[in-house]
């Protein structure tokens, strides 16, 4: 239900800031490929939208800000597969950077499991003490 309330702000200003700069909500009418590109755009984003707040529900809230901030890197991955985008070494270098940093910053469940186990069996016994 929250994708839906987010869904009944967005479009109407999104409609507005369309409307207002002259231009089609779908694109332009030719080449055809454009509005193709914008639609299936539009459906990932949905279902993007869509899965990270599912992820939110049932996932440990790390995991699923660890999932959500890798988008940026597998983009560009997936702009060099599907719109032939050049990929620079400092591309690759970013790309590695910023999964490092997400992951060690969400500390995700998947990556760290050991490390919280033993930080709830130090804090059990020092509460002992």
Do not use: K
């Not at 080449?31 to 939110?56: D, E, H, K, M």
Request: aromatic share 10%; with cysteine.
């Amino acid at each position: 239900t929250l994708a839906f309330y987010r869904a009944l702000v967005e479009i109407p200003i999104a409609l507005t800031f369309c409307w207002r700069s002259g231009e089609h909500p779908l694109g332009p009418r030719q080449p055809r490929q454009v509005r193709t590109w914008l639609l299936v755009r539009g459906g990932v984003g949905a279902a993007a939208v869509l899965c990270f707040f599912y992820a939110i529900q049932h996932l440990p809230l790390p995991d699923a800000v660890t999932l959500q901030f890798t988008t940026p890197p597998f983009a560009a991955a997936f702009a060099v597969c599907l719109a032939g985008e050049r990929w620079h070494m400092l591309d690759m270098v970013g790309a590695v950077v910023c999964l490092l940093g997400v992951m060690l910053i969400a500390h995700p469940s998947w990556l760290f499991a050991n490390d919280a186990s033993n930080d709830n069996s130090n804090s059990d016994s020092d509460a002992s003490q």
